[in-house]
């Protein structure tokens, strides 16, 4: 039967300096400004997403994809909901609940409210369905099929969940003929984690809907405003710093929930070293994507590992943000004069480091000079080449027979 297929792509991102300025209700109390780099891991786009309608189909399928970085064709988990009933959306706010990312894209885009579901919910989802395909015969059947897949493993820190809404939201947006431009997918995905109670930031959406450099700003306002200014590079700066960006998986996931919650109890109490600190993080923004244009690499370095200090203020030092071995991570390269900086990805606790090598070193020299070191926690490490993706995101139109 004929169907239709929506499939998007989306990059992940790097926060360079100024995340946490983007999290309400610091960038509604303060105002917010963030350098984030769309990247390629491994020379991949690794966050897809799929939906197509399938005549003649019941209900909707929902089924998400873990797959291999180093192999797409590798499935390590999946996870997978057959939605009959309003009670099949029940656990939508579960962040670890099954396909939770996609019910609540769902729920955004007005397939049924959470009153709904509470109210109602051995109701058939059928009929919510047909209304929502825009379909005026309730004769008809039509069934909805949505596949998420991530590349990244869980907690990556890049931004991953807030970008994969994205690519969920694109996709199911398209394939039912509901318009979302790019300043309202921004905001569908701010919306996307109220409802599923993880919270976050602007930062991920502006890095991963839009190719290479950014600088992201919001004002302090009750009413949250986003703009971004795309910053081209000169191309000898773009082919030296995709030589020396690099990626360490730490082995260690998290959740940035739990961090997030840390950073706004210390942002309410307001105290001088949280005020400084994000006035810093602003600051550094700005100096990021200076350096970046005048092609410095060495003071982005510098810039990325001051980003870290910073990060681990906003979290304090009993939130974990920094494992042991991270720290002895960054420091081993450091004094070997291997990298010029680094930072974990994101909220930290775990997830990527992102480093910038030192001119001339590579990826093998670094991996060699750690697993020296005889460290049992560095022998997980796993190691990635992370190269500037100048596209954004990628949305495509397919008819298809089943």
């Not at 807030?162 to 947006?173: D, E, M, N, R, T």
């Not at 795309?230 to 020396?244: I, M, Q, S, T, W």
């Amino acid at each position: 039967m004929p169907l239709s297929k929506q499939p998007s792509s989306f990059i992940p991102t790097l926060d360079l300096s100024g995340g946490w300025s983007d999290t309400p209700p610091i960038s509604y109390e303060h105002g917010g400004a963030v350098a984030c780099l769309a990247v390629k891991v491994d020379g991949q786009r690794p966050l897809r997403a799929s939906c197509r309608l399938v005549e003649g189909m019941n209900g909707i399928l929902l089924r998400t994809e873990s797959r291999a970085l180093t192999n797409d064709d590798e499935v390590l988990a999946t996870s997978q909901v057959n939605v009959c009933y309003l009670k099949d959306m029940k656990d939508y706010d579960n962040p670890h609940g099954k396909c939770s990312l996609l019910k609540c894209a769902l729920i955004y885009l007005g397939l049924v409210t959470a009153d709904d579901i509470t109210a109602h919910p051995s109701d058939s989802i059928q009929p919510h369905l047909n209304k929502f395909c825009q379909r005026k015969d309730s004769d008809t059947k039509v069934g909805l099929e949505i596949i998420s897949v991530s590349l990244l493993p869980t907690g990556s820190g890049m931004g991953g969940s807030s970008i994969l809404g994205g690519c969920v939201l694109s996709a199911i947006a398209r394939c039912i003929g509901v318009s979302l431009d790019n300043d309202g997918l921004i905001h569908a995905i701010l919306m996307l984690e109220q409802i599923m109670k993880t919270g976050g930031g602007w930062q991920d959406q502006i890095g991963g809907l839009h190719g290479g450099l950014k600088l992201g700003t919001s004002n302090a306002d009750v009413v949250l405003k986003t703009t971004f200014r795309r910053v081209d590079l000169a191309p000898p700066v773009l082919e030296e710093l995709n030589k020396r960006l690099a990626l360490v998986f730490t082995g260690v996931p998290r959740l940035a929930k739990n961090i997030l919650q840390n950073v706004l109890r210390r942002w309410a109490r307001r105290s001088s070293d949280i005020v400084g600190t994000v006035e810093q993080l602003v600051n550094g923004a700005y100096e990021s994507i200076d350096c970046l244009t005048k092609g410095d690499l060495d003071r982005l370095g510098s810039c990325m590992s001051s980003y870290w200090e910073q990060k681990k203020i906003m979290a304090g030092s009993d939130s974990g943000v920094e494992p042991d071995f991270v720290l002895k991570v960054l420091n081993v390269l450091h004094s070997h004069g291997f990298i010029v900086g680094g930072t974990l990805t994101g909220a930290g606790g775990g997830g990527f480091l992102v480093i910038l090598m030192a001119e001339g070193k590579t990826i093998d020299e670094l991996k060699q000079v750690v697993s020296q070191q005889k460290i049992k926690e560095f022998q997980s490490l796993s190691w990635h080449t992370c190269t500037v993706d100048e596209t954004g995101l990628k949305i495509e139109f397919l008819n298809e027979q089943k």
